[in-house]
């Protein structure tokens, strides 16, 4: 999982060969805390098909408020600059799966 601030954010997203899922995260939310492993593990299931990374939107919140971001954590999968589709708090890591599964089978 990659750490993102704004210019990594708009390399990724815009510059990357496989689509990009973005944690919106603060550090200050336990929930995103809790939500580490799971997305760790998402990065590790689905390998080169996806890159995973995290913005932290207690130092870059203006990008989080660029991206409509209201609640944490949301965790937004973009392909090619363009956002697919977005999940907020997911209950854990196979519905994370699940909102991939979906988002890339529809692109």
């Given at each position: 999982?990659?750490?993102?601030?704004?210019?990594?954010?708009?390399?990724?997203?815009?510059?990357?060969?496989?689509?990009?899922?973005?944690?919106?995260?603060?550090?200050?939310c336990g929930y995103c805390r809790r939500l580490q492993p799971a997305l760790k593990r998402v990065s590790g299931?689905?390998?080169?098909?996806?890159?995973?990374?995290?913005?932290?939107?207690?130092?870059?919140?203006?990008?989080?408020?660029?991206?409509?971001?209201?609640?944490?954590?949301?965790?937004?999968?973009?392909?090619?600059?363009?956002?697919?589709?977005?999940?907020?708090?997911?209950?854990?890591?196979?519905?994370?799966?699940?909102?991939?599964?979906?988002?890339?089978?529809?692109?």
């Amino acid at each position: 999982m990659i750490q993102m601030n704004r210019e990594l954010f708009q390399i990724c997203t815009s510059g990357s060969s496989v689509p990009v899922l973005v944690a919106f995260c603060s550090a200050e939310c336990g929930y995103c805390r809790r939500l580490q492993p799971a997305l760790k593990r998402v990065s590790g299931r689905w390998g080169d098909r996806l890159l995973v990374g995290q913005v932290n939107i207690d130092r870059d919140y203006m990008l989080a408020m660029e991206e409509r971001i209201e609640v944490v954590p949301t965790l937004v999968l973009y392909d090619r600059g363009k956002a697919l589709g977005s999940i907020v708090v997911p209950n854990h890591g196979d519905h994370i799966d699940d909102f991939l599964k979906e988002a890339l089978a529809e692109a």
